[in-house]
């Protein structure tokens, strides 16, 4: 059947970055007197996010994104994935024998820096394909939601990079609880759109997001780009 809605995911379906996330680190490492490889973290950065636990903290799950305490557990759980790929990487500091290792933590203020800089547009880029497709879709009538694992910085961004417009809820799994492929962020978008499962089909290119849209009873539409 012809879908009323579409859940959506983000990165890597909406959007994606213009430079590496190693590039990025490197240059912020290097402002708090840490020199590291880009190449390095982008070889660890991959293997150390698929292993972390889930970005969502039952103990805060609220529909609302401007909670204090939500973005310090945002924070804290960004740093201490920073903290692991500089030590894999070899991260090294400005004194001797001040390297990030498996017992050191590199500067707090740079979890921090760097949880801010991932929240401002110019890092990011739309997929060429996105915007006519979503007025598309909202000409048509559907109603479209984003669901992502990520975080309360996500509404913001997804507005600053102009596809706000178009969105009628953005649901994050820091806020719900919940991580794809667990059921819970679908069934959140599904409450705020008003619809059932039978009705939307979720679009994504990462395979939680298939396995969390079947589990909510969710047609999984694949998107695969280069």
Same mark, same amino acid.
């Not at 000409?139 to 990520?150: I, M």
């Given at each position: 059947m012809t879908p009323r809605g579409l859940l959506l995911d983000a990165m890597g379906t909406l959007?994606?970055?213009r430079s590496s996330v190693g590039a990025t680190y490197a240059e912020l490492a290097a402002h708090h007197g840490l020199t590291v490889d880009p190449a390095a973290i982008d070889r660890h950065f991959p293997r150390i996010y698929r292993q972390a636990p889930p970005l969502a903290f039952p103990e805060l799950a609220s529909p609302a994104l401007d909670s204090p305490a939500l973005e310090e557990a945002e924070i804290g759980w960004w740093s201490?994935?920073?903290a692991e790929v500089l030590a894999a990487a070899g991260a090294e500091g400005q004194g001797e024998d001040e390297g990030v290792g498996?017992?050191?933590?590199?500067?707090?203020?740079?979890g921090r820096a760097l949880f801010r800089?991932?929240?401002?547009?110019?890092?990011w880029r739309v997929y060429d394909d996105v915007p006519a497709h979503l007025e598309a879709w909202h000409?048509?009538? #559907?109603?479209?939601?984003? *669901?992502?694992?990520?975080d309360s910085r996500l509404p913001g961004?997804?507005?600053?990079?102009?596809? /706000?417009e178009w969105l009628e809820a953005v649901v994050v799994s820091s806020a719900v609880g919940a991580a794809k492929p667990d059921p819970r962020p679908y069934q959140q978008a599904l409450a705020q759109?008003? #619809?059932?499962?039978?009705? *939307?089909w979720h679009v994504g290119d990462s395979p939680e997001d298939g396995?969390?849209?079947?589990?909510? /009873?969710?047609?999984w539409v694949t998107v695969q780009r280069p």
């Open positions: 959007i994606g970055l201490a994935r920073i498996a017992e050191s933590e590199p500067p707090p203020e740079l800089r991932f929240a401002q547009a110019d890092l000409r048509r009538g #559907l109603r479209l939601a984003v *669901v992502s694992n990520f961004l997804l507005d600053s990079l102009g596809l /706000g759109l008003n #619809l059932t499962a039978s009705e *939307v396995t969390g849209a079947h589990a909510a /009873g969710i047609r």
